[in-house]
């Protein structure tokens, strides 16, 4: 039956009908799982009209906050100190704590001198190498 929605197996008609376009929407859903990923046509590329998403940079904000968590992690690998260890030093969970070191949640300005005085440096060594 040509007109069927549910026939996975449909033909092309040969008329135009109201169900012609589901028909060839629903073979086209059942050939593409048969066919290889390589073996597809990606029409964007074909046709010259694909353009890959522009890289954008993460604002400077943020860059800073992972710099700084970078420096964190750098300096309590250096002195062998776990997450935990360093989260109660500075008086935060450990979790608090990955959150610093990945940028996710940014370091308030009063917390540095906890971490400068629990990893031992100097308040300025946080923001060595960091872009300006």
Not at 37 to 60: C, F, N, R, S, W
Not at 106 to 116: N, R, S
Request: with cysteine; glycine share 6%.
């Amino acid at each position: 039956m040509f007109g069927s929605v549910g026939n996975i197996n449909a033909q092309p008609c040969a008329l135009p009908s109201p169900h012609h376009v589901v028909d060839c929407a629903v073979s086209y859903r059942h050939m593409r799982k048969h066919i290889p990923m390589d073996a597809q046509i990606d029409l964007e590329q074909l046709l010259g009209t694909y353009a890959p998403p522009p890289q954008v940079e993460a604002p400077k904000r943020i860059r800073n906050d992972k710099h700084l968590g970078f420096r964190i992690r750098q300096r309590r690998h250096e002195l062998r100190m776990s997450l935990e260890q360093l989260g109660h030093a500075i008086g935060c969970t450990y979790q608090q704590m990955q959150k610093y070191e990945t940028g996710k949640n940014a370091i308030k300005a009063t917390l540095l001198p906890t971490f400068a005085t629990a990893l031992d440096v100097p308040l300025t060594w946080f923001f060595e190498g960091l872009e300006v």
